[in-house]
């Protein structure tokens, strides 16, 4: 393991590879996983990984791969972020083969419409870092994603289309789960659900979200 060390216990040299040799293949994904968010659930595993005094360096290296599965079908994009993670022999450099194969796990134990618990403390790190459950960061990633994907739809179909997600992912009976008790996520997707339940907060919600959307798209 390198003896050059950041503040936060990463390592110099692994977090120079990251940022040279893995974020940057974020740039290519859609607004609601591109490097802002990668960025973000690295800086939130690194603040949940300090608090519970797990390796830094891998919860490090597992934000960082956790959705370059993307590359290919999003629906099986945790399952080949694993494999991507695996198969980079470069990691060898600062991990064992254990460490590895529990940092593979835990990518894949990211989603948060995983049917089962993450196997380790890694997989609840980076599973709970993965979800920024600020409301507008929330609605406006729900809106990017459908903008980007279903560009075909008009305004009323796409408020449709929100409300079908936040219901299904967010809501009481929606299949979102957090593996961390106590967590600021805990708060604040108490304050979506809040949201969820009074249509005609989240429609203003919506309605200034999409506006600020389509002004982006024409500049």
Do not use: C
């Amino acid at each position: 393991m390198p003896h050059q060390m950041m503040e936060n216990n990463v390592s110099l040299d692994l977090m120079e590879f990251v940022e040279t040799q893995i974020l940057p293949r974020y740039t290519a994904f859609d607004k609601a996983h591109n490097l802002s968010h990668v960025n973000g659930v690295v800086k939130r595993s690194m603040e949940i990984a300090r608090k519970m005094g797990a390796d830094q360096n891998m919860a490090y290296a597992i934000a960082a791969y956790h959705d370059l599965g993307l590359e290919g079908p999003r629906a099986v994009h945790h399952l080949t972020s694993g494999k991507i993670l695996q198969a980079d022999i470069r990691l060898r450099r600062w991990f064992a083969p254990e460490q590895i194969r529990i940092m593979k796990e835990a990518v894949e134990d990211h989603r948060a419409s995983a049917s089962h618990a993450p196997r380790s403390i890694y997989g609840k790190i980076v599973a709970e870092a993965d979800r920024d459950l600020d409301p507008e960061a929330v609605f406006r990633r729900t809106l990017q994603f459908s903008l980007s994907h279903y560009p075909e739809k008009d305004k009323e179909e796409q408020w449709e289309r929100f409300m079908e997600h936040m219901q299904e992912k967010y809501s009481n009976h929606g299949y979102i789960k957090l593996w961390i008790p106590n967590s600021p996520n805990a708060e604040k997707l108490k304050q979506v659900r809040n949201y969820i339940e009074n249509p005609a907060a989240l429609r203003t919600w919506f309605d200034r979200l999409y506006d600020e959307e389509k002004l982006k798209g024409r500049a």
